[in-house]
């Protein structure tokens, strides 16, 4: 069984991906990577916790290589980092690295010309799957996970902090993608059956961010971590982001992976 090395964003398709990686038994997963915010130690977009993430990696049982990024960062900072971390793999002999993407083309082409590169293979276990499809499978296949960003253009301040159950993806409006693929909105997801225990986390306070914004992510204009959103000066008929806060609480009982 060859080694990998999984691009790990804490949410469903990052689950659903390394869900398929494990059960097709062709590779062994040795780290998962993930992007922090150096400055506001979250994950960018997600809005979720560093603390969490490394939770579900322990949960999960397998090692977290963290790139920390500057809190506005450009390709200029994020490019170097992500060469730096992937680098450190192939030195290590490992060549494989699996994605969560589904069918963003522009997003791999650049994924796979980077590893072109390094002389690495991008692996892409949910591409061009039905996203109906996808999203019931992860429903099948027991994952838990909740809504921890949405895109105002597409879905409501109501809808972080949801379940990602079956009821959530019948709701979802016209033109939302059941698994969110045009950035309607990110999940943090705390069971399922790549996990040895259920992450355990508590809801905090839900904030709006308008683009460009960055905003303490507990409300408080004086104290408190923040993550920005990036600006833009394209037409959109997004105006910002709803995040709710997930923290850390007391962890359940460890149990076999299912796989």
């Given at each position: ?14 689950g659903l991906a390394l869900d398929r990686v494990r059960r097709a038994g062709a590779y062994d997963i040795v780290a998962l990577i993930t992007t922090v915010s150096e ?102 296949r027991g994952f838990k996970a909740v809504v921890c960003c949405v895109n105002d253009a597409a879905l409501k301040q109501s809808d972080v902090g949801s379940e990602l159950d079956a009821e959530f ?91």
């Open positions: 069984m060859k080694s990998a090395v999984a691009f790990w964003s804490g949410g469903k398709d990052s400055e506001h130690r979250r994950i960018a977009m997600h809005g979720v916790r560093e603390e969490l993430i490394d939770r579900q990696a322990q949960a999960i049982g397998i090692p977290l290589h963290k790139m920390y990024v500057a809190g506005r960062s450009s390709n200029g900072d994020y490019v170097p980092a992500l060469r730096r971390a992937l680098q450190r793999f192939k030195a290590q002999g490992i060549d494989d690295v699996v994605f969560g993407d589904i069918f963003l083309e522009d997003l791999r082409q650049w994924r796979e010309n980077l590893l072109n590169d390094l002389g690495m293979t991008g692996i892409f276990p949910l591409w061009k799957h039905d996203t109906r499809r996808l999203a019931a499978e992860f429903i099948e993806f019948r709701s979802l409006p016209d033109g939302v993608d059941p698994c969110g693929e045009n950035g309607e909105y990110h999940s943090f997801v705390y069971d399922g059956p790549i996990f040895r225990r259920p992450v355990a986390f508590a809801v905090g306070e839900t904030v709006y961010r308008p683009l460009g914004a960055t905003i303490p992510i507990d409300g408080s204009a004086a104290q408190g971590p923040a993550i920005p959103v990036p600006a833009t000066s394209a037409p959109t008929k997004t105006k910002g982001f709803w995040f709710v806060d997930l923290k850390l609480s007391e962890p359940e009982p460890a149990r076999a992976v299912t796989r």
